[in-house]
């Protein structure tokens, strides 16, 4: 079926809440000592990583999955902050609970954002921007934090339109307004398209939605794989994914493919290490860790395989579970000559508390 064929479904109305600076915001809630100052969430050790970073840290340029060494050079007065993630695993419960007074259907993305498909809702509202326009009033009555929404008929822009007018903001994408907004944003914009692949889009003239909405499928899958027909959808403001409540999650995963096969071990390991970085610090982001580790390689004439180990304890660092997947790199080396692509995963989930494994997957998208 080609693009001009695929038929929408009947039009439904999706929100996408995203709390701001939800760490962060915890931290400066509890402690009124902590605000007005620029606050990061994570550890201030040489290898820590920020987790969190309030607005006030962000107008130094701090960001989330920074190296805390980079955070304190752009800010030197960074007060760093320990996570507590059972207060804001506590925080985001409460916050679900007001999601439910209005729709069954929910699919958490993590502790601080959520997708709700509100076409039919709980109490009879016509309006999704009403709806959540209250759900953002109660949030702040009975959490003391404020979210930003978005609104619109399809999940991906509910959430270019949550970031929009961020923090403490409301925004609406209309059916009518989809395209001509999607057309007009830089392709780094779009959810799941990362550094790494908006480089390598921008190298073949890609660089607006407009652009990306000129290439036929064809052109995209070969040069993004799979990727690529979900890239040609959302350019004309099409995404026909469904609000899937409770959905069972299984994994952290980060891969790439690189336009240069990889021929050498020091190559691979540099590769390993950043792949490994991106899995840890969404690890340490949402307050888990795992017992399995598993790796994927594919060499130029597309055979892959894939190792994996399952420890008897959670990993206990990036360090660590770097060292496992180049273990098992050394392992499984491919027939034919060089790397086309490399993954890193880690399964059978634990929480930051030491609970009972339990089933996680945040899909890191391409890198």
Known sequence: MTGDEQQAPSIRKIIHVDMDAFYASVEQRDNPDLRGLPVAVGGARA???????SYEARHFGVRSAMPSVTALRKCPDLVFVRPRFDVYRAVSAQIREIFARYTPLIEPLS?????????????????????????????????????????????????????????????????????GFVETLPVGRFHGIGPATEARMKALGIETGADLRARDPDFLERHFGKAGRHYYWISRGIDNRAVEADRERKSISAETTYDKDLTSLPEVEAALSDLAGKVWRHCERHGYSGRTVTIKVRDPRFNEVTRSRTLREPVSGGAELLAIAVELFLHS??????????????????DGDGEADRQLRLALGPA
């Open 111 to 179: 502790l601080d954002e959520a997708y709700l498909d509100v076409t039919v809702n709980i109490p009879g509202i016509a309006s999704a921007t009403g709806i959540a326009e209250m759900i953002r009033a109660e949030i702040r009555a009975e959490t003391g934090l404020t979210a930003s929404a978005g609104v619109s008929y399809n999940k991906f822009l509910a959430k270019l339109a949550s970031d929009h007018r961020k923090p403490d903001g409301l925004f609406v994408i209309t059916p009518a307004q989809g395209p």
């Open 333 to 350: 080396l491919p027939a034919a000559g060089g790397i086309r692509l490399l993954g890193v995963g880690l399964a059978t989930l634990t």
């Open 47 to 53: 290898r820590g990583v920020v987790a969190a970073a």
